[in-house]
C-alpha cells in the first residue's frame, strides 16, 4: 500500500499526511473562495491543477521524491480536488439558503426548493 499512496521511502507517509493536509487546507479554502465569488465549479479544475503542481514540488524539495511523477501527481491532484469540490458546494448550500431563502432550503451539502 506504502507504494502505491506514497514512495516507500522513511518520510513518504509522513510528507503525504503534512504536505497533502496542508494542501487539502488550501484546497477546501479555494473552493470555499470561488463559491463565495458565485464562479462556475469549473473554474476550480486549473486552480486545484496549480495548487497540485505546488504540493508535488513541495514533496521534491523537503523530501527529495520524485518530481515529475504522473502517478504520485495524480494522488495530490485527487485528494486536493475531494476538498476543493467540498468547500465549493458546501459554500454554495450556505448561498443558496441565504440570498434566496424564499425559495430554497440547505439540505446537507445541497439544497431543495422550498
Not at 485527487?78 to 476543493?84: C, G, M, N, S, Y
Not at 458546501?90 to 446537507?108: D, E, N, P, V
Amino acid at each position: 500500500m506504502g507504494d502505491i499512496l506514497w514512495p516507500a521511502t522513511s518520510s513518504g507517509l509522513l510528507a503525504l499526511i503534512v504536505l497533502d493536509g496542508l494542501g487539502a487546507l488550501a484546497a477546501y479554502a479555494t473552493g470555499k473562495a470561488f463559491a463565495q465569488s458565485w464562479s462556475a465549479m469549473l473554474g476550480l479544475v486549473p486552480a486545484i491543477m496549480a495548487l497540485a503542481l505546488g504540493i508535488r514540488f513541495l514533496h521534491f524539495a523537503l523530501f527529495l521524491e520524485t518530481l515529475l511523477s504522473l502517478h504520485y501527481y495524480a494522488i495530490d491532484l485527487a485528494i486536493l480536488a475531494v476538498f476543493a469540490a467540498y468547500g465549493y458546494t458546501l459554500t454554495r448550500a450556505r448561498q443558496m439558503a441565504t440570498q434566496y431563502s424564499w425559495a430554497y432550503q440547505k439540505i446537507g451539502l445541497g439544497w431543495r426548493a422550498r
